[in-house]
């Protein structure tokens, strides 16, 4: 059974910054991608970024590029979220999520909002 665990929430300040941790157990997938995603109060849920397990890539919402920066330890099945200069709008529920691959897809594919297995999510609020 895949098990995914957040931590790292909290408040930040505008132009802050955050790291959020996910410590995966259990997977077996072969190729798979492993990241993030947000849902803020009316929205709807949506990717920030994911890596993809078998050759490292990695993919990031137009929104957040060139301020987070996704990373993972293989040794700790852990994978990072580190979160800069952030603003107002990143307030949401971070969710860290896994979705088996079974080809090679697209960056839409992989920040699409479906997923195998979620965590139970981390609230990050970003104030002024």
């Known amino acids: 059974e895949v098990q995914l665990v957040e931590s790292g929430g909290g408040l930040a300040q505008v132009g802050g910054s955050l790291r959020l941790s996910c410590a995966a157990s259990?997977?077996?997938?072969?190729?798979?991608?492993i990241g993030w995603f947000r849902q803020s109060p009316g929205k709807e849920r949506e990717g920030v970024s994911v890596i993809r397990k078998g050759d490292g890539s990695t993919y990031y919402a137009d929104s957040v590029k060139g301020r987070f920066t996704i990373s993972s330890d293989n040794a700790k099945n852990t994978v990072y979220l580190q979160m800069n200069s952030l603003k107002p709008e990143d307030t949401a529920i971070y969710y860290c999520?896994?979705?088996?691959?079974?080809?090679?897809?697209?960056?839409?594919?992989?920040?699409?909002?479906?997923?195998?297995?979620w965590g139970k999510g981390t609230l990050i609020t970003v104030s002024s």
């Open positions: 259990g997977l077996t997938f072969g190729d798979y991608t």
């Open positions: 999520a896994v979705r088996r691959l079974t080809g090679p897809y697209g960056s839409k594919y992989y920040l699409s909002p479906r997923a195998d297995c």
